[in-house]
């Protein structure tokens, strides 16, 4: 497999390779630990160079293994062998994000709808917000590639945590850390600030702004549309999702609280974002206690609420044509 061998042994633990999904100098392999149940249990095995950065992945993950947080992966050893760090960690069931969009846009998927899209995006929020307010970790690569639908197609799980740093760290990142083109802020672009918390939220509201629009949002520049001179260009050039999303079923004022919880998250300049965790998730519960509150009114409520305005609608029709005739 590429030279990787058939069987590796990390913390005194034996894992069977299975699949070999990273390259370069970050190597991800898919294997079994056959000890670890009847069924054995797949992981998540990276092979990374011994560097100042992979001992900054490692910190990072050690500090998500006391998290107990369901969004991210379980860290299971780690064991350093020559110029390699081998880090094993639980493997995440599902499919890749970017995997399930391509499957929308060729046809052999059924396009999420506005409700399910805002779903998974405020279970991935919340997820977020606790990494960075709890554990003090930021991921700085949000994209489809590291995401993972869960095989009920319920929620979302972030992987690669190799772009990641620790709040204290932030000032020392390096220039482009993390960058993936159109998923990241202007700020990891061009480092023209000190990135915090804000960066993860342009790039979940990417991720957001695709799922209902299946496009890229600044005409498919994304976060390129604020780097330097781009920025003008592009200022005006957001588009809300309402405008090619499918609203079958969303009324016009929730589509609206919808549009402007997008774009503020898009937002070029950091500044124009939600300025805490808190208050970006307060935006996020609104719109789906909303939809919540839409759902309660189906079935015989909504007829009965159609039935009373009718009823209201006559009414007031009737007292104009008295008043005219008056």
């Known amino acids: 497999m590429n030279g990787m061998p058939e069987t590796l042994i990390v913390g005194g633990r034996r894992y069977e390779i299975l699949e070999r999904l990273g390259s370069g100098d970050r190597i991800r392999l898919r294997a079994v630990e056959r000890q ?30 006391n998290s ?5 992966p379980f860290l299971i050893s780690s064991q350093v062998q020559g110029d390699s760090v081998y880090i094993v960690s639980e493997w995440m069931a599902g499919q890749s994000l970017a995997d399930y969009l391509r499957e929308v846009r060729n046809g052999r998927t059924e396009r999420p709808s506005v409700f399910n899209a805002c779903r998974l995006i405020r279970g991935q929020a919340h997820g977020l917000c606790q990494l960075h307010s709890s554990w003090d970790v930021h991921h700085g690569d949000i994209k ?3 995401l993972i639908l869960s095989p009920g197609g319920t929620s979302l799980a ?3 945590f190799g772009s990641a740093w620790l ?16 998923y990241s802020p202007p700020e990891l672009l061009d480092a023209s600030c000190t990135p915090d918390f804000r960066a993860d939220q342009f790039s979940l509201s990417v991720v957001w702004y695709e799922l209902m629009t299946l496009t890229i949002p600044y005409d498919g520049a994304g976060g390129r549309a604020g780097v330097g001179s781009m920025r003008k260009v592009f200022a005006e050039k957001l588009a809300p999702p309402s405008r090619t999303a499918s609203q079958t079923g969303v009324p016009r004022g929730l589509m609206r609280l919808i549009d402007k919880t997008v774009c503020r998250g898009l937002a ?7 300025p805490s965790p808190r208050d970006w998730l307060n935006a996020l519960d609104d719109i789906h206690h909303e939809f919540r509150r839409r759902r309660r009114l189906g079935g015989i409520n909504r007829v009965v609420t159609n039935w009373l305005e009718k009823i209201v609608g006559y009414f007031s029709n009737r007292g104009d044509k008295d008043t005219t005739t008056r």
């Open 167 to 182: 709040g204290q760290r932030t000032s020392s990142r390096g220039t482009g850390d993390g960058a993936s083109g159109v």
């Open 68 to 72: 107990r947080n369901a969004n991210v």
């Open 158 to 160: 972030t992987i690669d």
């Open 268 to 274: 070029l300049d950091p500044a124009g974002r939600f």
């Open 36 to 65: 670890a149940g009847p069924q054995g249990r797949q992981r998540t095995i990276h092979v990374l160079p011994r560097s100042r950065d992979t001992q900054q992945h490692l910190r990072v993950l050690e500090r998500l293994a």
């Open 144 to 146: 489809p590639e590291n």
